[in-house]
């Protein structure tokens, strides 16, 4: 597993936890010890591996992830990402624990000053890189991952009934919070400080997202959309790498290859050459990047689940991970991996409170304005009610809404929500899936970091502060990012969207109607798990692969060990699904991916 675990305080002997290698034979490993300090690393070979680095004051630091660029009194300044440590080593020595805020990337990491007597763990600005923490009687422990915690004295790890049904309701556990007993995350933006000697912990928020917009025409945004993202893009790939992009049909990857200089591997995962496959093909040529079309098949689920077990953190179901079943060959194809994660989060609609509209047949449409959260009861019942939740059947644990309610605070200072606070309800419900990005419904990123090194220009600290100055009402109404690509490659700009069927230069509106009509075609046809989209309709998976029923059978003890969990129910619940009686194969991935983690069987077998 790529990135590093460790233990600060009393006697941090040990063993520090690990899990095998996505990619076997890819990873560098290394443990550093002494009577204050134990951390354990793993990194893919050619990033960072020879840490900790010591600084010029006599510090030492660790850091999975990378830098790109650091904020001067002059201006900004592009750094080599694979010097990430050197560079945060030779920033603390400067400027002491401040030197965080100073950096644009996406990072985790510790820095141990013996002369200070203090280790400090710190995360970027939003938790692109998470860290757990346990807390015990005399040490903190840490890991990047929720599964390899090490388990200090003074604790004892076990499940949260509220939180493993909120993982079982949401996809995720929000916030600070993990289904694991005396496991927390640190929040995003934070740097924690331990006093080696008293114990003492401090810690220090260093950035928070504020919506403040700007009134000015959807023009100037998206001329700055494209100023900031072509930056953005140089900046992760100007080190003379051999970079691949994951490749969809869509306009997010799209932009990334219109913007991007360098030679690039287009990655795109399909069932053959569906309407999906085909725009990604044309989209790719016309762009000048080698297409690797990756055929899934109907097993892949299965792989997918066996591969997303061990590095799971309660962060989507494991589909979520997408390019665990072609690690290998994307690890041996390329050094570093793109993506146009984050797009419709930052620029698009996906996290605005917008007004529905309802038409025969289930069918919504979403109209172009924006529907604000009056208050905390008004943002609960949206959570509730957002297209994420799923109430399954075999769940017996808290009410959803019951435990949302218990991680919500409002007072004169803020909203603080499952650990994190926000600015106000309205700040809160704009920046919910992106602060920390673990709020997210997916694994891809996750499970992409552990395949290769991955960079997410969408992330960029000038493009985040760009979409916190943009009103809503643009980004319901317009999309940069579209204009974008049609910008930067006027024959990409021409090719369809896969979704839509239109070309990126039709108005949002045409595509969001689009997409609804796109959509209802696509469902006329026979049933198969095999789609004309980007990915496999997981409900025919269930029906036709037994690995699901099989994980269920082989954990029947688990489950009856699980208090908020049904086994009855469940077994119920599947046959049912499989006697399209109904469609529950999300309920059941979510159930499963917690049933085949490692660290599940550890708990329960206590």
Request: with cysteine.
């Amino acid at each position: 597993m790529v990135g590093f675990t460790g233990v600060v305080g009393g006697d941090p002997a040990g063993d520090l936890r690990t899990v095998p290698e996505t990619v076997a034979g890819g990873e560098t490993t290394g443990t550093y010890r002494d009577a204050d300090i134990a951390v354990r690393t793993a990194f893919h070979d050619g990033s960072t591996v020879d840490q900790p680095v010591e600084g010029p004051d006599g510090a030492l630091v660790w850091v999975w992830g990378e830098v790109y660029s650091v904020d001067d009194d002059d201006g900004r300044r592009s750094v080599d990402p694979r010097r990430t440590a050197a560079v945060c080593a030779a920033e603390h020595a400067a400027h002491g624990l401040d030197f965080v805020d100073r950096l644009d990337g996406e990072f985790v990491g510790c820095v141990y000053d013996p002369s200070a007597g203090t280790a400090a763990l710190f995360v970027d600005r939003l938790g692109a890189r998470p860290l757990y923490l346990a807390a015990g009687d005399d040490r903190l422990a840490f890991s990047t991952n929720v599964q390899t915690v090490p388990e200090p004295p003074g604790v004892s790890f076990g499940f949260d009934d509220a939180y493993l049904s909120e993982y079982l309701y949401a996809r995720r556990v929000f916030g600070t919070k993990t289904p694991v007993t005396g496991v927390t995350q640190l929040p995003p933006a934070t740097v924690l400080t331990r006093d080696l000697d008293s114990g003492e912990t401090t810690r220090e928020r260093y950035w928070t997202p504020r919506y403040r917009p700007v009134d000015k025409p959807a023009s100037y945004f998206a001329r700055e959309f494209r100023e900031r993202f072509a930056k953005a893009v140089a900046d992760r790939t100007d080190d003379g790498r051999d970079y691949g992009l994951l490749m969809s049909g869509g306009s997010d990857s799209r932009a990334v290859l219109a913007a991007a200089d360098a030679d690039l591997a287009a990655y795109h995962l399909a069932d053959g050459e569906n309407r999906e496959a085909r725009t990604a093909r044309r989209a790719a040529e016309a762009g000048g990047a080698r297409f690797e079309r990756l055929d899934r098949g109907p097993g892949y689920h299965a792989t997918l689940l066996e591969r997303a077990a061990p590095i799971q953190e309660f962060v989507g179901p494991f589909h979520t991970g997408h390019t665990l079943g072609f690690a290998e060959e994307i690890a041996s194809g390329v050094d570093t991996l793109l993506t146009g994660l984050y797009s419709d989060d930052l620029f698009g609609a996906w996290s605005v409170p917008q007004r529905t509209v309802q038409l025969p047949a289930g069918v919504e449409l979403y109209p172009p304005f924006v529907d604000r959260v009056p208050d905390v009861d008004g943002f609960l019942d949206r959570r509730v009610a957002s297209g994420e939740t799923r109430q399954p059947s075999y769940l017996t644990g808290p009410a959803y809404r019951e435990i949302l309610a218990e991680n919500t605070a409002a007072g004169s200072d803020g909203v603080a929500f499952h650990g994190v606070g926000y600015e106000s309800i309205q700040q809160l419900s704009l920046h919910t899936s992106l602060f920390p990005i673990t709020n997210g419904i997916g694994f891809d990123l996750f499970s992409a970091l552990q395949v290769a090194p991955t960079r997410n220009p969408f992330l960029d600290r000038r493009l985040i502060d760009l979409h916190l100055s943009m009103p809503l009402a643009h980004r319901l109404r317009h999309d940069v990012v579209q204009r974008a690509v049609a910008s930067f490659d006027d024959s990409l700009g021409r090719i369809p969207h896969a979704s839509s069927r239109l070309p990126m230069s039709y108005p949002k509106a045409a595509h969001a109607v689009g997409k609804r009509v796109s959509n209802q075609l696509d469902e006329l046809g026979p049933a198969s798990y095999r789609t004309e989209g980007p990915w496999q309709d997981k409900n025919e998976v269930v029906r036709n692969s037994d690995f699901v029923g099989d994980a269920i059978a082989a954990n029947e003890e688990t489950i009856r060990a699980l208090s908020p969990l049904d086994r009855d129910v469940t077994e119920r619940m599947y046959r049912r699904h499989r006697d399209r009686e109904a469609n529950v194969g999300e309920e059941l991935y979510r159930l499963v991916t917690v049933l085949e983690m490692p660290l599940t069987r550890r708990l329960v077998d206590r």
